[in-house]
């Protein structure tokens, strides 16, 4: 029965693969994929006593993928997925259901059973990232609408008034 679960010449249906999708970790197999999309909904109390929902926030996109490793090239396989893991390589997850692009390995726990003795089991955890490129522009000229402001706008930095001395019966006192 193992042995099903070794590498063949295909390809896998489901499986991580590169931006170009090429497969990654080929001696990896998969043997389930749990694919958890949540949302939180907003809710908020009214006077009646009630409890509203108006609105609600789509998550990032997490997948638990098992896979085992064979013992031929347990070691090897486990080292590029550990790699991959530490660089925060972004992978696309394709599932029978479709395709999750953007996923990176959050967490990668494995199991070294006795029972089996052969191979190693392996629970990826993959969340979806939002990748987002900053974009800066040079403000314009900040304009004057109250001119009773004029005299703050664009004065650079200020130094504070020097302090009064204080009487020695004030100072006694704190």
């Not at 970790?25 to 009630?50: C, L, N, Q, W, Y």
């Not at 953007?102 to 052969?118: G, R, T, V, W």
């Not at 939002?130 to 522009?137: D, M, N, S, T, W």
Request: net charge negative; glycine share 4%; aromatic share 8%.
């Amino acid at each position: 029965m193992i042995a099903g679960f070794f590498p063949t010449a295909a390809i896998d249906v489901v499986g991580l693969f590169d931006d170009s999708f090429a497969q990654c970790f080929v001696d990896a197999r998969p043997i389930k994929a749990t694919v958890k999309e949540a949302s939180k909904t907003m809710e908020h109390p009214i006077e009646s006593g009630a409890t509203i929902t108006d609105h609600r926030i789509i998550l990032p996109v997490e997948i638990e993928l098992s896979m085992m490793l064979p013992s031929t090239a347990y070691r090897n396989t486990y080292a590029q997925i550990r790699e991959a893991y530490l660089n925060g390589q972004v992978f696309s997850v394709q599932t029978k259901a479709g395709r999750y692009p953007n996923m990176l390995i959050a967490d990668m726990p494995h199991e070294e059973d006795p029972d089996i003795f052969d191979s190693i089991m392996l629970s990826l955890r993959l969340k979806e990232v939002l990748l987002v490129k900053a974009q800066y522009e040079d403000l314009p000229p900040q304009k004057v609408r109250n001119k009773s402001h004029a005299s703050t706008v664009q004065r650079g930095e200020q130094s504070g008034k020097p302090i009064k001395k204080q009487s020695t019966l004030h100072s006694l006192l704190f």
